[in-house]
């Protein structure tokens, strides 16, 4: 497999730190966030954002979409959606007499999946060909999705009345499951201070763009991921599916995005190979929601996360030394 060279990461090292920079100037404090957004979008993955409403996971996606020069498009997921209304629709044109495809708001390259989960399932399975094959079949003919593409998805992990909760199919489609979280007290207050007479994204402008974008999607693939490394990523998914708290430990598609978002990682950290501390980093955001516990140890008090810490603390590394 060839190898990466120094001056192949510097460049995705500079492309991060051109979009982190960017994005900062519309999301305040949450640096480590961004991060990892960015790596989800290297490695072509999509992201569900779960969080309370009014920290930023809008602006978030329009912040990184601007920056990016991206099509960006939102859809506001409620009970009454239908699968058309993500997708598209044929409609009839009655002066050709032939019906025409008007394409639905997935045809973007970010997309924000607002509070999906107030969605019925019908619906959010509409989203499941998009995420994984990048492509749309709507009366039997398929159409392909533009590259890049990102979904953002969101959903308030507090309020549960009127939603319908994503099954494990739909998660697993979901490259990483991140939070922001509420900002500190000097954050809040600067938030104020930069809003007060106009909204930091209304001037954003694009500081690279999606040519550039698709070249360090291909050369972050290039990053050296030793043997060992590889093998501990693969007890630790396996581990998921044995443990006796879980009912469904992580599937296969798991064990390939901790693979692909340790790389992504190490090439924005300015390494050219992965290190078990990347796994370990990473192994919250993109396990923990492909994992569903037993009924009974939910009601003993365990969670996902706790079980998740548990066999990052007992699987061993057996590292080798990187030369």
């Known amino acids: 497999m060839e190898k990466i060279n120094p001056t192949e990461v510097h460049l995705i090292q500079e492309f991060c730190e051109k979009v982190r920079e960017n994005v900062e100037k519309v999301i305040i404090g949450k640096g480590d966030v961004i991060d990892q957004v960015l790596v989800a ?75 999906i989960n107030r969605a019925t399932p019908r619906t959010q399975s509409a989203l499941l060909e998009c995420m994984g094959e990048r492509q749309v079949t709507v009366d039997g003919k398929t159409r392909k999705l533009a590259n890049p593409f990102l979904v953002i998805a969101t959903q308030n992990p507090v309020e549960y009345e009127g939603t319908f909760p994503l099954p494990e199919a739909q998660l697993d489609r979901f490259l990483m499951r991140i939070a922001l979280g509420y900002p500190t007290e000097s954050e809040e207050n600067e938030i104020l201070v930069r809003l007060q007479y106009s909204h930091p994204v209304d001037s ?9 974008l698709v070249k360090i999607q291909d050369l972050v693939k290039k990053i050296f991921v030793e043997e060992s490394v590889r093998e501990y990523i693969v007890r630790l998914v396996q581990a998921t599916r044995t443990h006796n708290d879980v009912s469904l430990g992580a599937s296969p598609r798991g064990s390939l995005a901790l693979y692909k978002t340790a790389q992504a990682y190490a090439a924005l950290k300015g390494r050219e190979y992965v290190i078990p501390d990347d796994i370990k980093y990473l192994a919250p955001l993109t396990l923990q929601h492909r994992m569903i516990l037993k009924p009974e140890s939910s009601l003993r008090g365990r969670s996902t996360q706790k079980v998740l810490q548990d066999l990052l603390e007992s699987v061993p590394v057996e590292l080798e030394l990187i030369s």
């Open 204 to 212: 954003l402008e694009s500081v690279v763009d999606s040519s550039e």
């Open 41 to 115: 979008l290297i490695c072509s993955g999509h992201v569900l954002a779960e969080d309370v409403p009014g920290v930023g996971k809008t602006m978030l996606a329009r912040a990184l979409a601007i920056t990016l020069g991206l099509k960006f498009n939102r859809i506001q997921f409620t009970p009454d959606l239908l699968p058309s209304d993500v997708t598209g629709v044929s409609i009839y044109n009655q002066k050709s007499g032939e019906f025409e495809f008007k394409e639905g708001p997935i045809f973007a390259q970010i997309v924000l999946a607002d509070e």
